[in-house]
Every structure is written in structure tokens, then in C-alpha cells.
């Protein structure tokens, strides 16, 4: 709708005298600063003065904490309005981005709301509300006419009469306009159309309708969000994460909420959403960093990334099939069943025998195991066996030092000697022979997860009991084969370090975590029984999990359905969103193709040029292609280009051909930055990252042949922004086939 010269000369005005008093609030802030500056050094300064450095009187360690409290007060008070600052600077950059005029039922004259990244008071007015406030969703939610949104309060209902859009930079509006649909597409689809940089955006001025419902829900204690390729999973992970600090920001600090990402690199890139949105980034980790904890430091894990490698570049059947095993829910039943066993087995111990008397019988520590303590995990039922024969050893040898004290002080050997050196020496005696039996008691009395992980395959009657009624692969030899030996090195492979976490934390009583609310993006890359370890850790916490299975980059993962997660108390909400925005429709189709026969999915109906694929007579000609067409790219402007290798040795090679001829890098596991320009990148890394141009090395029969790769090269494909390129030697890529030809440019 067309914006009239008086709502032009309204908005402007009001935008100047807005931007006026961001000015003011800075200038404000920034007089507070420099005075809590002030008291800062003062306050230091009389404390170096006026307290001892080093003190036993009590009197003047009161005086020392009373002037630690005052420094931590003003250190939080600057922390405070550094906060704020930010926050006005970021106002100050663009103030607002939404008008919405709502009239609540009852009520005479409508409310102005105006939308921005943070709220603007002045005197007794909201100048501008956070955009996560809940009045604003209705801007998400609604189109013109009846709308409500949920408070504190209850539900407000009422009418939107207005709906406006603008693109502000500073004090000056670059264009508005009113809807009276959604979120207008034009909007989107400028933002779309924009170059990348090196770090994930904002979504706040363009969250659709679906996004904004997952984002503001309070009520699910497991959500799972499954979407294409492009749909804003994890910019929606990131605005939820500021949801929930703004919704409760009484009781949830940045502290409390924690993201696994899939590598140190998507995590450099999502970096900047919270701070951009005026919040401290939340903890960020991955399910290795995660699972080091629990191992000791001579212990060689493999993580993903590194098995990947190996799976891509040298294919091993049997390892496949062992993975797949693992990932899949029957490895799930056959570890629990391990657990029933190891906690309903029946232990028998040694005699506790000291100077040939036996003073703790191997059927009274049964006893202890079996019935007294049966209640407790495993673990912990050896840890109480432990201190209680301990208490028992502690009393004997209390009472034994007595009596061979008593016997030596009549000895005639010991007749000079005083009564305290007659005790020494026998307590010496007595504590010798106990240590001996403690060193005996911590030896069958010790478990270690490892060991018994082990123990599961390499015991064979052990293995065939719990593995009753469990759907096993023929190649169980080599599996059961395979772990041990690897144990045996001190190395655990990445698919083994999941079920001996499980086992620890049901063995003993592990201290659970403290984390209010757990994201885990990228979800489809988790197998079963890592889902079961995270719920176990977190099994007090929230959990929102968002992935999509048809981007799986794992080769070989059985993981099933994301509707057969289960927490160990409740089940998932699960929502579904069926519109990407990421790439042009052109990639958008061609991408969809390779999975699905028919469309799967929205696209935004944003228009570029078709794939492109193109045959080279060998990899010479492959390089010089790539160097001429990211030459050509970077003449347009653009400058995010990732040429994308299936490994990190094709990445090598591709690199010594093309380093020097062009300013490109190379991105492997070890790398925690999210490069900028050119980059060469392995494939498995390349999830969860988009850039303006993806240019694919070497797509041909031999690299991309089986089925079981399928959903990695869409997920390469689904990476593109503007342009997509495929190059290959020789034959192409088996897909190609199923592609409809009209979605693709061919070329020689």
C-alpha cells in the first residue's frame, strides 16, 4: 500500500526525535560509566590503603570483604551499562524495523508499537518494544484485522489496523511501506538476495509465521524442529536462545543455556547472532568436547570428522556395517540389556583375612551387594562395599594397634623405650597390613567403564546372554573383534565413546548437569544412544532439537525418525517447517531432486541462473575452469566461494593445484575459524554453512557413486546461495540420472 506525504513527514519526524533521544541515552550512559570508572579506582585505592595485605585479625579480613563487596558492586553496575550501550548503539544503527497499530478490545484508541532488537523508554513511554516482547508477536502472527497475543496477564485480544514495514539505517528511513498480509516478501527477498559474509545474521525483521511460534514456545520440555535445507533451523535455535533469555531473564542467564554444534568452525560462524541481538553469548560446545570429560587423558579418541576422512577415502564394508550397527536402536537394546545384567548379576568376594583370622566373610560382603545395597547402580553399590569394609578395617586396626601396643610395652626389648614409641611402632606394623587389605579391597572393588565395555564383547557368554532376542549383523566377529583391539591400543573410535558414557552414567551416580535449556542443531547427525547419553546428562533441562534427516551426512547412520526420540520422562513436540529460504529456486529444485521425485518443499520464489554442470577432460582442465569461473565471480562481487571437496586429501590436493594462481584457503578438522573469500572445504564440514557460490571438485562417478552418499552431495548442493557449479572427470555422478534435465545447464 502506498505510504502518503503526511505518514512520510509523521514517520521521519518521529524517527529524528527517536534517534535524538538514543543520542541522549548513550551520552547519559557513558557519564555513568566514567564516574563508575571513578569509584572503581577510588575504591581500590582505599582498600590498598586502609587494609592489611596480609592478615590473621579477624577484624581487619570483615574490613578486606566489605571493600571486595563494594568493588563487586560497581563492577556490576559497569557490566550493567556496558550492556546498555551496546544496546543503544545497536538502536542507534537502526532503530526499529515494524509499526504495528493494535487496538485492544474495550479500548477507545489504538497503540502505536513499534518493533526493534531491544526496548526504548522515555519518561512513561515504550518508544520501542523488544522485539520479543509478547505484543510484538503479533506482527509475526497476524495479518490486518482480529489478533490476540499471550501475557503474563492472560490473553489480550484486539484488532491490528496497521501493518508497516522499514529498512532504517541510522536517522534515515531508506523505504517503507503497510502490509496487510505477512512479512512482505519484498523484504525477504532483498535480504535473500544479499551477498554472505563470514558470520551468520539476524533473522528478527523477517521471522515467518511458523519460525515465530518456535521460538516463543515456553511449554514443550523436548521440541524438535524438522525442516529442509535453507528453513532457518538454526537461526531460529540462536532466537529462541534470546527468547528464552529476555521470557525469563530473572531465572535463565547465558549460563544456563548451552548449543551443541557439529565443529568449531559453524560455531565461529553463528558467533555474532546473540551479541548482535543485545544478549551475551550462550555456552557452545560439540559432542566431543562434551564427551572428553569423561576419559582419561591417555585415552585417543576419534572424533567425527577424522572417521569420516577414513569412511570417505577408503572404503571398509565392514566397519560400515559396524557403524550402522551402533547407530541404529537395536545396539540401544542390546546396551540396556548389558546394564540389566551388570545390575542384577550376582558377585561373590574374597574373605577379608588378617593375620589368618577372617574378619569380614566373603558371604557378608555379598550380602552387602546383593541385598543390602541392591538398590543402588552398580558403581555405587561397589563405592559403599568399599567405605563400609574401610569403616570395619578402620575399627580393627584401631583396636589391634591397642593390643600390640599393650604386648610390647611388657616386651623386654622395648624397656627403654617410652609408651608413645612402643605405639608408633606398633601402629606402623598394624597400618602396613591394613593398607594391604585396602589395596585388596580397591582392587575387586574397582570398575571402570571402558573395562566393562570391553568385558561386553569380549566375553563370549556374556555377550550371548544379553544379546538375546537383539537383531545382529553377520559381521559380529569382526565388531566384537574390532572393539577389543582397539581398547586394548587405549583407542576408542567415535562410535564407541557414546555407549561407554551410557554405561558410566548408569553404573554410578553421576553428578547431572545444571543447564536449564539444551539446543542441539544439526540433529540428524546424532545417533540413538547419544540421544539416550544427552537426556540422561540433561534430564532436567528443556531440550530443542533441530535437524533434518535428509541432510545426514554420515554415510553409514541407522538414525531412524526424529519421532523416535524419546526423553527418559516425556515425549517430543515435533514441528515441521516446509519453506527454505536459502538458495535461488533454480539450486532450490535442482537440490530437492536429488533426494525426492517430486517437489518436497516451498522455496521463496527468489529467481537466479540454473545449476550449472560441467565435464572436464582431467583435473587440468578442472582447475583451470574453477580458476576462470571464480575469477568470474569475484568481478560480480561476490567473495564467499567454498570449492567443495568429498575429503580433506582431495582438499589437499586441489589446493597445491590452485594455491598461487588464485587467493584461496584451505579449511580442515583442526580449524576453529570461519574463513573469509575463497575456501577449499571438505564435505563433511561444509553442514550448517551457505555461501554465495558452491563450486563442487570433482562430483564424478568414482567420488559420488553409491546410495549411501546421496544425502551428503544434496546437502553440498544446499549449501548455495546464488550460484551452484558441479565439475567432474570422466563419468558423472550416479544422481545425475535422477535429476529432471530442464532443472540443469550441462556443459562441455
Known amino acids: 500500500m502506498q505510504i502518503s506525504e503526511k505518514d512520510w513527514l509523521y514517520e521521519t519526524e518521529r524517527l529524528e526525535k527517536v534517534y535524538i533521544i538514543i543520542q541522549a541515552n548513550i551520552e547519559i550512559i557513558d557519564k555513568y560509566l566514567k564516574n563508575i570508572k571513578g569509584d572503581l579506582i577510588s575504591t581500590n585505592k582505599l582498600m590498598w590503603e586502609n587494609t592489611a595485605h596480609f592478615s590473621d585479625d579477624f577484624d581487619r ?32 544503527n537502526s532503530p526499529y524495523f515494524a509499526r504495528v497499530d493494535f487496538i485492544e478490545k474495550g479500548e477507545k484508541e489504538a497503540e502505536k508499537v513499534y518493533i526493534g532488537i531491544s526496548t526504548l523508554f522515555h519518561k512513561d513511554d515504550i518508544l520501542i518494544y523488544d522485539w520479543r516482547a509478547p505484543i510484538c508477536s503479533i506482527f509475526y502472527e497476524y495479518e490486518i484485522g482480529s489478533a490476540s497475543y499471550k501475557c503474563p496477564d492472560g490473553i489480550i485480544e484486539g484488532e491490528i489496523l496497521l501493518k508497516r514495514q522499514f529498512k532504517i539505517s541510522g536517522n534515515k528511513i531508506n ?32 521471522i515467518q509465521k511458523e519460525q515465530n511460534r518456535i521460538i516463543r514456545n515456553e511449554e514443550s520440555s523436548i521440541l524438535i524442529v524438522q525442516g529442509p535445507a535453507g528453513s532457518g533451523k538454526t537461526s531460529i535455535a540462536l532466537h529462541r536462545a534470546a527468547y528464552l533469555l529476555y521470557r525469563f531473564r530473572d531465572t535463565i542467564t ?5 548449543i551443541f554444534s557439529p565443529n568449531q568452525i559453524f560455531t565461529s560462524y553463528i558467533s555474532n547472532i546473540l551479541p548482535e541481538l543485545g544478549e551475551e553469548n550462550i555456552r557452545q560446545t560439540s559432542f566431543m568436547d562434551f564427551a572428553a570429560k569423561f576419559f582419561d587423558s591417555g585415552i585417543k579418541l576419534e572424533n567425527l570428522n577424522f572417521q569420516l576422512e577414513k569412511l ?7 566397519r560400515a556395517k559396524e557403524i550402522k550397527f551402533k547407530s541404529g536402536k537395536e545396539f540401544v537394546n542390546l546396551m540396556e540389556n548389558y546394564i540389566d545384567y551388570l545390575q542384577n548379576k550376582e558377585i561373590s568376594f574374597p574373605d577379608i583375612i588378617y ?14 551387594y546383593n541385598n543390602s545395597y541392591k538398590h543402588f547402580p552398580y558403581g555405587e553399590r561397589l563405592k559403599l562395599i568399599r567405605e563400609r569394609l574401610f569403616t570395619i578395617l578402620e575399627k580393627h586396626g584401631n583396636k589391634t594397634i591397642k593390643e600390640l601396643t599393650q604386648v610390647l610395652d611388657k616386651d623386654p626389648e622395648h624397656v627403654s623405650s617410652s609408651y608413645g614409641e612402643v605405639r608408633y611402632k606398633a601402629s606402623s606394623i598394624v597400618r602396613n597390613k591394613i593398607g594391604l587389605l585396602k589395596s585388596k579391597i580397591i582392587e575387586f572393588t574397582r570398575y571402570h567403564s571402558l573395562d566393562l565395555y570391553k568385558m561386553l564383547f569380549e566375553n563370549e557368554e556374556v555377550f550371548n546372554q544379553v544379546s538375546k532376542g537383539i537383531q545382529l549383523p553377520e559381521e559380529l566377529d569382526y565388531i566384537r573383534k574390532s572393539i577389543v583391539n582397539r581398547l586394548n591400543n587405549n583407542r576408542v573410535s567415535y562410535d564407541d565413546i557414546a555407549p561407554i558414557i551410557y554405561l558410566e552414567y548408569f553404573l554410578q551416580r553421576v553428578k547431572k548437569d545444571t543447564i536449564k535449556h539444551v539446543i542441539i542443531d544439526e540433529a540428524q547427525d546424532y545417533s540413538p544412544i547419544q540421544y539416550k547419553v544427552l537426556f540422561k546428562c540433561f534430564e532436567n533441562s528443556k531440550i530443542t532439537i533441530l535437524g533434518d534427516l535428509n541432510q545426514t551426512i554420515h554415510p553409514y547412520y541407522n538414525v531412524g525418525t526424529f519421532s523416535e526420540i524419546r526423553g527418559e520422562k516425556t515425549s517430543p513436540f515435533i514441528v515441521k517447517l516446509d519453506k527454505s529460504y536459502r538458495s535461488t529456486k533454480e539450486i532450490s529444485e535442482f537440490s530437492q531432486n536429488i533426494i525426492f521425485k517430486e517437489k518436497a518443499y516451498e522455496v521463496v520464489a527468489r529467481p537466479g541462473e540454473k545449476p550449472k554442470i560441467t565435464g572436464c577432460g582431467n583435473e587440468k582442465e578442472l582447475i583451470d575452469k574453477i580458476i576462470a569461473h571464480v575469477n568470474d565471480y569475484r568481478k560480480k562481487g561476490i567473495k564467499s566461494i567454498a570449492i567443495v571437496c568429498k575429503t580433506y586429501a582431495e582438499c589437499k590436493n586441489a589446493y597445491s593445484m590452485l594455491k598461487g594462481r588464485i587467493d584461496v584457503n584451505i579449511v580442515g578438522n583442526e580449524d576453529t575459524e570461519f574463513p573469509e573469500g575463497t575456501i577449499i572445504i571438505p564435505s563433511y564440514l561444509i553442514k550448517g554453512l551457505e555461501y554465495d557460490a558452491v563450486l563442487v571438485y570433482n562430483a564424478n562417478y568414482k567420488n559420488y557413486s553409491l546410495e549411501e552418499d546421496r544425502k551428503l552431495f544434496y546437502t553440498i548442493c544446499t549449501r548455495s546461495l546464488h550460484y551452484l557449479r558441479i565439475y567432474f572427470v570422466g563419468e558423472p555422478f550416479l544422481y545425475l540420472k535422477d535429476i529432471k534435465e530442464h532443472l540443469y545447464t550441462l556443459e562441455e
Open 61 to 92: 579480613l570483615v574490613e578486606t570483604k566489605q571493600f571486595l563487596d563494594e568493588l563487586k558492586h560497581h563492577s556490576d553496575k559497569q557490566k550493567f551499562f556496558i550492556k546498555k550501550k551496546t544496546q543503544m548503539e545497536k538502536l542507534q
Open 175 to 206: 523505504y517503507m511501506f503497510n502490509t496487510d498480509v505477512k512479512i512482505d516478501d519484498d523484504i525477504l527477498q532483498e535480504i535473500l538476495s544479499k551477498n554472505v559474509d563470514n558470520k551468520m545474521r539476524t533473522i528478527v525483521s523477517t
Open 254 to 258: 547465558s549460563r544456563d543455556i548451552i
Open 312 to 318: 570417505l577415502c577408503f572404503r571398509n564394508e565392514k
Open 355 to 368: 593375620d589368618g583370622k577372617n574378619i569380614i566373610s566373603s558371604e557378608e560382603i555379598s550380602d552387602l
